[in-house]
């Protein structure tokens, strides 16, 4: 700290003041300087604020000047759509056209010297141009979804194939019939899963048969991805599966045609994807032949689930999604290889420009590996960002740069704004984002020669350190960026994904991908088979580090979070990778904080209760454990539910053995005399009596009941006929059977089929003012939830009133 110097004179001890001889040397006293100020902190503040305001201002400046606030103008259309797809009801669209009208001429009335008041009516003009753009590809779907579960004989026309596994095939048809029952309001077009047919049916054929008909699934608890969302946009109307091998119709006149050219070369280009992958599948067997597949095809189905579990646990199902990294790998080396053939030849190094014919070609290759790749989101989301990075190169300008990344996702949300509420659409630019943005960061870090690292003996290992620490940043980085995504969807994290992507990238990068390469290009002739046979071994050793990894129980199972985390911490997320100058920090903060308060804070209590959409699984929440009325729950929900409520133990029911238990005549319904429910009653409070607490007794195919810790007791009944004995023994009744009413006589709270399929998966919490019910649905208003509101018995929606019972059409 610096010192100040005092200098005093005093006089000697008998001399006047008056002589000058008389004084003595000069002493010096040191004196600490002040280093605050002595002005009070309540006048010092609106100086501070004032002075940090202009500092922001003139960053926000430089941001524009930058051209970085172009960069928010996805987000501002994302948050639109989103907006309108997650509103309870349609907007009008004639509103939004005025608000887009006003704000248009409110725009060209503000002087471009008002800067920040047109940024902000820019920002709103987008936003409404988000929700218009939802809307219009919502009136572009207009996909018919099936009401119900229905068993009834289906006759389509074969429009794609993928494989699903051994001797399965999982096909897309345009329906043009059913009948036995007749459906009143079927599908346009649904995807069937055909077993045991000896060969395959070719894309055009028409096929009939029995089959088993459901509408695309719902949320699997409230607030988790509604697939009747997704399977709208896509045009499916329902899933399901063929009653044995369907058979092939054979027209008078010939295969029927497609009915439009359109329609004929999507056609082709799904037939060519199918050839394709079955070449390979041919060539390579089991899960290397479905793996290689899907890495040229898109078609995952095939690979088993093993394998699929594995990659993922490990942080390398990334791979067999086309997405940027497949993309850029196959633009890179036709690229690269380009160049490198050019310049063997000087003549033509010369006299033309081998840069920009390169690109031309990769642009080409690109365009080739996305129009056999299925046209997924994915795919879609890394041709458009690749083709844009090719094109930059024929005008001179920078391929990677956080202006394209913004350009293509722009061009995907006014395609297809669905996509902004998916995972495929907010990993991948989360991803993107934040590697373009770090790559931004890396140029303008300081040069410093290194003299050691120009030594002829110490290149290759610089080399070798370059390319791992550039698998090993980029990793780092993409694991960091989605992890937030994944936590949202997935409710997990993956902790081994950096290991597991060090030792499998340089095996795709220079095993997998060049020689997958160089085997399309020789497919055509018939010589691919030693090259596939190349990039099979590759994968062979990618899948074992994969099972190698997985072993080692890397999963973080984190749950679901508070609603309010994921939209803050986005937010943040885009500051941080979108701006340049040290706003971006703020970013950086927000997701920190964010963060730490999600960690810190008490979250939402976890349900006691859990109700699958269709009445027919129920669990118990009890701390580490779920107890089900399932011995093996159907996966597809309760996978999601361990991953939802962080929980792996699985808790069986109990079996119970009645000795005169009732049975149903043949075809006809079981209906229980006095003497019967009485039975039923007393063997009901028999197993809640015997039974553990909050652990399910079941009798196969009638009922399961427990005792819940709070003391109500929790009865599931399969069969109606029980319906009268459970009301009358059980607090709580839960029936997937579509009931007339949907109340008790004896006042137990009562959920069925057809008010589950209203209000979709439910959940239940015990509080001290009573049960709390959380549904999935609140209003069934928008046009991929109405079909939940429709009664085929009276051909019409009817959103309130019960329907009568049904026999789910068989």
């Not at 820019?122 to 809307?135: D, I, K, N, P, Y």
């Not at 059977?737 to 709270?749: P, T």
Request: one cysteine or more.
């Amino acid at each position: 700290m610096q010192e100040l110097t005092t200098v005093e004179l005093r006089p000697e001890t008998g001399a006047g003041l008056a002589g000058s001889a008389g004084l003595s040397a000069p002493t010096v006293a040191p004196r600490l300087a002040r280093t605050q100020s002595t002005t009070p902190l309540r006048h010092r503040l609106p100086a501070m604020t004032a002075r940090s305001l202009r500092v922001g201002i003139r960053m926000l400046d430089e941001e524009a000047d930058h051209g970085r606030l172009l960069l928010f103008s996805p987000a501002f259309l994302g948050a639109g759509a989103a907006f309108w797809f997650l509103a309870a009801s349609d907007f009008p669209v004639v509103v939004s056209l005025i608000c887009l009208l006003v704000l248009a001429v409110a725009i060209l009335l503000t002087s471009h010297s008002r800067a920040a008041l047109r940024a902000t009516f820019l920002a709103l003009a987008l936003v409404v141009c988000g929700m218009l753009s939802a809307q219009f590809e919502t009136w572009r779907a207009s996909t018919v979804i099936l009401d119900s579960a229905v068993t009834t004989t289906v006759t389509g026309r074969v429009e794609r194939r993928e494989g699903d596994g051994p001797g399965r095939y999982r096909y897309i048809l345009a329906v043009r019939g059913t009948e036995a029952p007749e459906v009143k309001r079927p599908p346009e077009r649904i995807t069937a899963i055909v077993r045991g047919a000896e060969v395959p049916f070719e894309i055009g054929d028409i096929i009939t048969g029995r089959a088993r008909l459901t509408p695309p699934a719902g949320p699997a608890l409230p607030e988790l991805n509604d697939f009747s969302f997704g399977a709208y946009f896509d045009g499916i109307g329902a899933n399901g599966f063929f009653y044995g091998a369907p058979e092939r119709v054979d027209l008078p006149t010939g295969p029927e045609a497609a009915q439009s050219t359109s329609e004929t070369l999507l056609e082709w280009l799904y037939l060519l994807r199918s050839r394709v992958g079955d070449r390979i599948r041919s060539i390579l067997p089991g899960d290397t032949g479905a793996f290689a597949a899907s890495l040229v095809t898109d078609e995952r189905r095939a690979i088993s689930d093993q394998t699929t579990e594995a990659l993922r646990q490990s942080g390398l199902a990334h791979i067999i999604a086309i997405s940027g990294l497949n993309m850029a790998l196959s633009a890179g080396i036709f690229f690269v290889g380009l160049r490198i053939i050019f310049s063997l030849f000087p003549g033509i190094a010369q006299a033309w420009p081998t840069k920009k014919v390169a690109a031309a070609g990769a642009l080409l290759a690109v365009t080739a590996y996305y129009m056999i790749s299925g046209f997924a989101v994915s795919a879609e989301r890394a041709f458009i960002m690749m083709a844009i990075m090719l094109i930059a190169v024929f005008f001179d300008r920078p391929s990677i740069s956080l202006r394209n990344v913004a350009l293509s996702a722009l061009v995907i949300l006014a395609v297809s704004p669905s996509e902004v509420l998916g995972p495929s659409f907010q990993m991948s630019f989360a991803a993107t984002l934040a590697l373009v943005a770090g790559y931004d960061l890396w140029k303008m870090r300081p040069m410093r020669e290194n003299a050691f690292a120009k030594l002829p003996i110490m290149k290759p290992f610089f080399m070798v350190g370059g390319f791992f620490g550039g698998i090993f940043l980029t990793s780092l980085i993409g694991g960091f960026s989605t992890a937030l995504f994944s936590i949202e969807h997935f409710h997990r994290l993956t902790a081994y994904g950096l290991p597991a992507n060090l030792a499998a990238m340089p095996v795709i990068s220079f095993i997998v991908m060049p020689f997958g390469m160089i085997a399309m290009l020789l497919m055509p002739f018939g010589l691919d088979g030693w090259a596939w046979q190349v990039a099979g071994a590759g994968l062979d050793l990618v899948i074992a580090i994969a099972n190698t990894v997985s072993g080692w129980g890397g999963n973080i199972d984190v749950g679901r979070l508070s609603g309010w985390y994921f939209p803050t911490a986005v937010f943040g997320f885009l500051l941080l990778t979108l701006l340049k100058t040290r706003l971006r920090h703020i970013g950086t903060a927000i997701v920190a904080i964010s963060t730490l308060a999600i960690a810190v804070l008490p979250s939402k209590a976890a349900p006691d209760i859990a109700i699958a959409e269709d009445g027919g699984l129920v669990a118990i929440v009890d701390g580490e454990t779920m107890a089900s009325n399932r011995t093996k729950p159907p996966s597809f929900i309760f996978e999601q539910w361990k991953r939802t409520l962080a929980i792996e133990e699985h808790r069986q029911p109990v079996m119970v053995a009645m000795s005169n238990a009732p049975s149903a005549p043949q075809g006809k319904r079981l209906q229980l005399s006095p003497d019967q429910q009485n039975d039923a009653r007393e063997a009901m409070r028999k197993a809640v009596a015997t039974s553990p607490p909050s652990r399910f007794s079941c009798l196969k195919g009638a009922w399961c009941t427990t005792l819940l810790d709070n003391g109500k007791t929790l009865t599931v009944i399969d069969n109606a006929a029980y319906l009268g004995p459970a009301c009358d023994t059980a607090d709580i009744v839960v029936t997937p059977v579509r009931l007339r009413f949907d109340r008790c006589r004896s006042g137990a709270l009562l959920f069925t089929g057809e008010t589950l399929r209203k209000t979709g998966a439910t959940e239940l919490r015990f509080t001290e003012e009573g049960i709390e019910v959380a549904t999935a649905f609140d209003t069934l208003q928008r046009p991929w939830m109405r079909h939940r509101a429709y009664d085929w018995r009276s051909d019409s929606f009817a959103d309130a009133s019960p329907s009568p019972v049904s026999d789910n059409g068989e």
